[in-house]
């Protein structure tokens, strides 16, 4: 039966565990609202993907509900993959298939009928740009032009929702900033609801109108992107000194003003506790310690702070380790 | 949307798989290259053998010619499961799980490939034989059962190949089996009658293979004629090893697609 929320998604309480290995994702709560764009952003391992997984119904919950497009992951999944697209982590096509042969077996197997399947497929491969590279193998094709492709198939069937998990991780800027074109237009336009997920905190933060933050498969933030870095508040100053040999003594400089961020190699970086205010100090101190200072800048709060701020570490390669567990739990697993 | 048939499902997939072996000269020229090879040096460095009491015919070419359609049946057990374990490695089959695809489309769709396959080894064996100077007593309606029977043996061995995928989920793994399932041949009436076996253990080994009467049937329409026991022997086998082999990818498929 199809709930009120018959274009979103909602999550109580989901887990999954793994045979011989942790609990990949452990308890989540969410609600996407239809024609939302949801950021889900979690390091490598976090859970993202075993979450889209049960959310597509590619895998069933240890525990906890979801219904997505209104109706239970469980109980209804043919109804909600008829409702839903995906893009899954890796494009996954058929290198020696073309394009157009990709489209052609797509829609078919999603009961489009013969006359609209040209058309279809047509329109989509010119959406996103491959109308020209409709008839070549997809083994030559770019990771920008495999993703875009990916993307098309996923809108094959006219879906409600879209998942879309790690659509542009290995993309270079330009197929990056395409593809998130093309998805807030699809959220702006066609009103189709976008679960992402990502660990590229810019792309949370240029699309999703909300994110949710995962951390060893819990929920450890949510919220609008403003409001997350608003609720942190603090600037990030970071300094290169002029001579590297000063490079401890300004990381301890700084460190009385807040605690250590992520800098550049070549310099060090603090979490101003005071906020932007204590800048003129922070020079002031540099400039009493005899520092000479090549650069300065302060950074306003970012997701990654955030993340920092809600885990105790940096997103960034915060998920190599965490990655190899779940990639070893998801192996033994039999599927 | 129209109704999501079955037909239409099978078709789109057995397309998909057609047109994967076609573009994939590395899966069909060894398949049908060795067991060329293999025929002919059987049936020039065994062909003496003729001069047995009680060999069934006078050329060893055709009686070695049963070979190849075995052995190339084997070449299909790795194509089938290998593709499959590269759709299973690369997500290709979430992709077809988020569809409202059935399994039974699905493995008989991948089947698709190996009926071309089988058709183009029998065309090509049948041919290059005959034009060495093999005999086909059953003449042009023989040459039809033969490919048809080669047909059926090359499908049945696939659906080994589709359950080793499943389960496994690995290429390597698939391409494993081939030497194991090449011993089956070697320990089988391969290259002689089994009345002329002489070491007792051997014989008793090729006379429970299922490869020796596969290779009966085939044997039966080249140069004995119409014998309805070996062609129902061999026709058995195969459906069995369909039977069989279809049942257990099924499962494998059930497990392998946990999608609710």
Do not use: C
Not at chain 1, 294 to 317: I, N
Request: charge should be negative; proline fraction near 5%; aromatic fraction near 6%.
């Amino acid at each position: 039966m199809s709930s009120p929320l018959a274009n979103g998604i909602e999550v109580e309480g989901l887990v999954r565990e793994f045979k011989n290995g942790p609990r990949a994702v452990d308890g989540i709560d969410l609600t996407v609202e239809p024609g939302e764009i949801y950021g889900f952003l979690g390091p490598n391992g976090a859970g993202k993907s075993t979450t889209v997984l049960m959310l597509t119904t590619l895998l069933p919950p240890t525990a906890g509900r979801a219904r997505v497009a209104g109706f239970d992951i469980v109980a209804d999944g043919p109804r909600v993959r008829a409702s839903i697209g995906a893009a899954l982590q890796e494009a996954a096509l058929d290198p020696l298939l073309t394009a157009r042969e990709h489209m052609r077996l797509q829609t078919a197997l999603h009961g489009i009928g013969k006359a609209e399947r040209r058309a279809r497929g047509q329109e989509l491969l010119e959406r996103v740009g491959l109308s020209e590279a409709a008839d070549r193998k997809v083994g030559g094709f770019s990771g920008g032009m495999k993703r875009r492709l990916d993307l098309a198939l996923a809108l094959a069937h006219r879906p409600r929702i879209l998942f879309l998990d790690e659509p542009t991780t290995g993309l270079d800027i330009q197929s990056r900033t395409a593809l998130w074109g093309e998805v807030a237009r699809l959220a702006a336009e066609e009103g189709v609801t976008v679960f992402l997920t990502t660990q590229y905190l810019e792309e949370a933060d240029a699309l999703a109108g909300r994110v949710g933050i995962i951390d060893h498969g819990h929920l450890v933030a949510e919220g609008t992107p403003a409001a997350l870095k608003a609720e942190i508040g603090r600037p990030t100053v970071e300094a290169v000194p002029r001579e590297q040999g000063d490079r401890e003594r300004l990381a301890a400089v700084l460190a009385r003003f807040g605690p250590n961020s992520g800098a550049s190699p070549r310099g060090a970086a603090a979490r101003l506790e005071g906020g932007e205010a204590q800048l003129a100090e922070v020079v002031r101190a540099l400039d009493s310690e005899g520092i000479a200072i090549e650069t300065l800048q302060l950074h306003a709060p970012s997701l990654d702070d955030v993340f920092l701020a809600k885990t105790g570490r940096s997103l960034e390669g915060a998920g190599a380790a965490e990655e190899e567990v779940e990639v070893a739990a998801e192996a033994v697993d039999a599927r | 949307m129209s109704e999501h048939r079955l037909g239409t499902q099978v078709g789109q997939l057995a397309r998909r798989s057609v047109l994967r072996t076609m573009r994939q000269p590395a899966q069909i020229v060894p398949a049908l290259v060795f067991p060329m090879f293999l025929l002919a040096v059987n049936s020039g460095g065994l062909r003496d053998t003729t001069n047995l009491p009680g060999f069934p015919t006078g050329s060893y070419l055709t009686f070695a010619l049963a070979v190849p359609f075995v052995q190339g049946a084997l070449f299909s057990v790795m194509n089938s499961g290998t593709d499959l374990a590269r759709d299973i490695e690369t997500g290709f089959l979430d992709r077809l799980a988020l569809t409202p695809l059935r399994g039974a489309a699905l493995l008989s769709g991948l089947l698709a490939g190996a009926v071309l396959l089988g058709l183009v080894q029998a065309a090509t064996y049948l041919t290059v034989g005959l034009v060495a100077g093999a005999e086909l007593v059953t003449g042009v309606p023989g040459a039809l059962v033969i490919v048809a029977l080669s047909v059926s043996v090359t499908v049945a061995f696939g659906t080994i190949g589709l359950f080793a995928a499943l389960r496994t989920g690995s290429g390597e793994a698939v391409q494993s089996l081939f030497p194991v399932f090449f011993v089956f041949l070697f320990i089988s009436a391969m290259a002689l009658p089994l009345d002329l076996i002489q070491t007792d253990w051997f014989r008793q080994v090729a006379t429970l293979n299922p490869v020796t009467y596969l290779l009966e049937a085939f044997r039966s329409l080249l140069f004995e004629g119409w014998e309805p026991e070996a062609l129902a022997l061999g026709f058995g086998i195969a459906a069995a090893v369909l039977a069989v082999g279809m049942t257990a990818a099924s499962r494998a498929l059930k497990t392998r697609l946990v999608r609710t």
